[in-house]
């Protein structure tokens, strides 16, 4: 999956960067969104668009941090 941006499109569904207001490794918009609105309530009427990882609070809950870490796969 490749990573998707406002001027560059990679993602199955429509321009999910545009749509959900920031870059990410968009499917067919996503099960994530990292790059999302930050809210200092997490919770309220609609949070599709905050930081989202939806297989863990739900995407009706906005994260107030997230942390990526990489490392080298030998």
């Known amino acids: ?4 941006t406002r001027d ?6 429509e ?3 545009i749509n959900w ?3 990410w490794w968009f499917n067919a ?3 994530s969104h990292l790059n999302g ?12 668009d905050g930081i989202i990882w939806s297989d863990w609070k739900g995407a009706s809950y906005s994260l107030k941090f997230t942390e990526m870490k990489i490392h080298r796969n030998n």
């Open 21 to 23: 207001n920031g870059a």
């Open 15 to 17: 321009n999910c960067a």
């Open 8 to 13: 560059n499109d990679n993602d199955n569904g």
């Open 29 to 31: 918009c996503f099960q």
């Open 37 to 48: 609105h930050y809210y200092t309530n997490p919770t309220g009427a609609n949070r599709w």
């Open 1 to 4: 999956m490749k990573f998707s």
